[in-house]
Every structure is written in structure tokens, then in C-alpha cells.
């Protein structure tokens, strides 16, 4: 099964605005993370919050994290041109010998200048 | 810089010709892992390796070989490509319990 959906698909909003990007995953985890990728680069890790903390800020993002609904949001605050790209969550899972992150299919924002 | 060098970043190949994508990080991480990106797919695990000469399938390793003989190198061997294989690729790095630090990538087309 999937581990990390988001949610919506793709996201187009004006410079200025709030953009809130959502994650639903299946099994406990140990943390979440989520990542930026330009079109064809790396992904780049932005924030990471584990499973016992419930909110947490960077600069303009603001991750949230439930884990009783299994859900997580990822804020991003007065966005600009250049948030514009796709944004994953990942899970990073309780146990294990792996120390693998499953990521989801991701969320393509455009931030219209 | 703490980094991880993928090369090549673009790579066209022929069905059958064995190629290497190479991979190396300098931040001494344990674990290193090789994933690729399909439209539609996401990101799916190829193998992974916990430390020198421990490697390990993940959830597509089929066509695919690595190894971990030094710990900051775990290159991508690809013995006999096929057009399947086209695809996106990243390697990526990190400590438990972190993020992961991925590779510029490299964009592969088996023709």
C-alpha cells in the first residue's frame, strides 16, 4: 500500500497567498519529512518532524502532524515564484532494519507571479 | 559542501550495454540508497546498503546490481539495460532518523 499520499494533486496560487499542501499515510511512523523538487533536479529535504512532536515552523513553512488521524500538513507562508515545485511527504517507519523513506507521488505547486 | 555526486547527470544507452552510474557522498552517512522516479510511479527504493559491504533489495531490484566497498561509494550497475529501465534515478544518503541528501540525479534513456 502507499505510504504518503498528498493532497491535492497539483495547486496553482498567486505570489502572496498561502499554499497548504496535506499527507495521509498508513502504518505508525517514526517521523515525517517533507521535500522540494525542482522539475528534474534532487529532492531537497525542508523540514522533518517526528512522532511525537506536533507542529513545527521554519522559515515560512509550518508542518503540522496528527498522528491519530495519520495525517500531516505542510504550510507554506506569503509563497513566491520561487516555491513553485513539487512537494513530497515521506514516512519514515517504526522499526525496521531499513532505513528506508516512502515517499509519496507529491503535490505540483505554481506560485503565479 | 556536504554533498552527494551522481554521474553521469544524463546518460543514452543502447539495450544490452552494461553501464555504471556512479554515486558518492562526503558526509560519512552509513546508509545510501538508489531510487528512481516514474511519471505517475513516484519515487521507488532500487537496493540500499546500511554500511560497507551490507547491501540489500528494495521494492524494484529487478535488472539492477550494486555494491558498498568503500563507504562513501555505491555505484549502480545496470548489467544489461533494457528500455523498461529508462527512467530517473537518484542516490541518496543519511543518518537515522534524518532527512535524506539526494544527488542531483541522473536521467537515463535505454533505447
Known amino acids: 500500500s502507499q505510504q504518503g499520499e498528498e493532497d491535492p494533486q497539483a495547486l496553482s496560487i498567486q505570489e502572496g497567498e498561502n499554499a497548504t499542501m496535506n499527507c495521509s499515510y498508513k502504518t505508525s511512523i517514526n517521523n515525517l519529512q517533507w521535500y522540494r523538487q525542482n522539475s528534474g533536479r534532487g529532492l531537497v529535504h525542508l523540514i522533518l518532524?517526528?512522532?511525537?512532536?506536533r507542529e513545527k515552523h521554519s522559515g515560512r513553512l509550518r508542518v503540522t502532524l496528527d498522528t491519530s488521524k495519520k495525517s500531516s500538513s505542510l504550510l507554506i507562508t506569503a509563497s513566491r515564484a520561487a516555491d513553485t515545485a513539487s512537494y513530497f511527504c515521506?514516512?519514515?517507519?517504526?522499526?525496521?532494519?531499513?532505513?528506508?523513506?516512502?515517499f509519496g507521488k507529491g503535490t505540483l505547486l505554481t506560485v503565479n507571479p | 559542501e556536504a554533498q552527494v555526486t551522481q554521474n553521469p547527470r544524463y546518460l543514452i544507452t543502447v539495450t544490452g550495454k552494461k553501464l555504471t552510474v556512479t554515486c558518492s557522498q562526503n558526509?560519512?552517512?552509513?546508509?545510501m540508497s538508489w531510487y528512481r522516479q516514474d511519471p505517475g510511479l513516484g519515487l521507488r527504493q532500487i537496493y540500499y546498503s546500511m554500511n560497507v559491504e551490507v547491501t540489500d533489495k528494495g521494492d524494484v531490484p529487478e535488472g539492477y546490481k550494486v555494491s558498498r566497498k568503500e563507504k562513501r561509494n555505491f555505484p549502480l550497475i545496470l548489467e544489461s539495460p533494457s528500455p523498461n529501465q529508462t527512467s530517473l534515478y537518484f542516490c541518496?544518503?543519511?543518518?537515522?532518523?534524518?532527512?535524506?541528501?539526494f544527488g542531483s540525479g541522473t536521467r537515463l534513456t535505454v533505447v
Open positions: 518532524i517526528r512522532s511525537n512532536e
Open positions: 515521506a514516512t519514515d517507519k517504526s522499526g525496521g532494519s531499513n532505513y528506508k523513506l516512502t
Open positions: 541518496a544518503s543519511r543518518d537515522r532518523g534524518n532527512g535524506y541528501t
Open positions: 558526509m560519512n552517512h552509513e546508509y
